[in-house]
C-alpha cells in the first residue's frame, strides 16, 4: 500500500522542481549548508570505520546516512538538483520557470554546499590534528592520501585523467539521484530510508565521484598538510566532477525517467505556489 507508481513519482519529481525553483536564496544557503556539512560528517564517519577496520566495504555501508539525512529532512543537494531542477522548464507550459532561474537556483545551491563542506571540514581538522598541535595520523592521513588521489592523482595520467574522473562522476551522480527519486516511489519513513540506502551504497563503494564530498575531503586534505594547489582541486576535480555529476544527475536519472513517464499536461506552477516553503528533497 506504501509503493508508489512511476507515473506518479515523475510527477513528484517535477512538483520537487517547481518547490526547489520557488525558494528563496536564504533557504537555499541554509539548506545547501547544512547538506554540505552533512555529507562532510557521513564521509569522515566512514573513513573512520574503513581505517579502524581495514575494510572499505564497511565505510561505503555506513555513508549513505548522510544522504538519507538530507532526503528526511527535505535540504539542498546540487547533485539532486541537477536531476530535478531542470524538468519543470524543459516541461513548459506558461507558467514554466525560466532556464536562468534553473541556473541561478543551483550556483545557490552549490556556493552553499561548498561553503558547508568546507566549514566542517576547517572544524574536523582541528579535531584530528589537536589545532595543529599534532601530526596527521590515522583518518587524518587517509584525507590526506585521498585528496592527492583525487587531484595530482588524476592530473598524473593526463588527458586520460581527466576522462576517468569525469565518467567516475557521470556514474555517481547517475546513482545518487536514483536514490533521490527511489526516495519519492515510498511514502513511509523507512521505505524512503531503505531506497535512498541502496544506491548511495552503489556508488561509494566503487569509488566514484560526488562533487559535494569533494568539497569536504581536499580541502579538509590541504588544511592538513596535502600537496595540493587550489588550482589542482578545481581544475583536476572540482570542475570536470561537477560537470560529470550534472551529466550523470540530469540525463541518465532526470531526464530518462521523467521522459518515459511524464504526465500528460505540464505541472501548474501557481498551484504549487503556497507548498513553496515545504522541505523539496
Not at 520557488?22 to 547538506?35: E, K, N, T, V, Y
Not at 585528496?147 to 546513482?175: D, R, S
Amino acid at each position: 500500500m506504501d509503493y508508489v507508481k512511476p507515473a506518479d513519482v515523475a510527477k513528484a519529481m517535477a512538483e520537487t522542481g517547481l518547490r526547489k525553483l520557488a525558494l528563496p536564496p536564504r533557504d537555499l544557503m541554509i539548506r545547501g549548508i547544512l547538506s554540505g556539512a552533512i555529507l562532510g560528517a557521513a564521509t569522515s564517519l566512514a573513513f573512520t570505520a574503513a581505517t579502524s577496520t581495514g575494510q572499505p566495504l564497511v565505510g561505503a555501508l555506513i555513508f549513505p546516512v548522510g544522504l538519507i539525512f538530507i532526503v528526511l529532512l527535505g535540504l539542498e543537494l546540487i547533485t539532486g538538483s541537477f536531476a530535478l531542477v531542470p524538468l519543470p522548464w524543459l516541461d513548459g507550459g506558461a507558467n514554466a520557470p525560466s532556464g536562468a532561474a534553473v541556473l541561478t537556483n543551483w550556483a545557490w545551491v552549490f556556493l552553499a554546499n561548498l561553503i558547508g563542506s568546507v566549514a566542517y571540514g576547517a572544524l574536523l581538522a582541528i579535531v584530528l590534528t589537536d589545532m595543529g598541535a599534532i601530526a596527521p595520523s590515522g583518518v587524518a592521513s587517509f584525507i590526506i592520501k585521498v585528496a592527492e588521489a583525487k587531484t595530482t592523482g588524476y592530473a598524473a595520467f593526463g588527458a586520460a585523467g581527466m576522462v576517468t574522473v569525469f565518467v567516475k562522476a557521470i556514474l555517481c551522480n547517475w546513482m545518487v539521484c536514483l536514490a533521490v527519486v527511489l526516495a519519492m516511489a515510498t511514502n513511509s519513513t523507512l521505505g524512503k530510508i531503505a531506497a535512498a540506502y541502496m544506491p548511495i551504497l552503489v556508488f561509494f563503494a566503487q569509488g566514484f565521484e560526488h562533487s559535494v564530498v569533494n568539497m569536504f575531503i581536499i580541502p579538509t586534505g590541504m588544511m592538513m598538510g596535502a600537496k595540493v594547489t587550489l588550482a589542482d582541486w578545481w581544475l583536476w576535480n572540482q570542475i570536470p566532477v561537477t560537470l560529470g555529476n550534472l551529466v550523470g544527475g540530469f540525463v541518465f536519472t532526470g531526464l530518462a525517467i521523467y521522459t518515459t513517464y511524464k504526465p500528460a499536461a505540464p505541472v501548474d506552477a501557481p498551484s504549487l505556489a503556497v507548498h513553496a516553503r515545504v522541505p523539496a528533497e
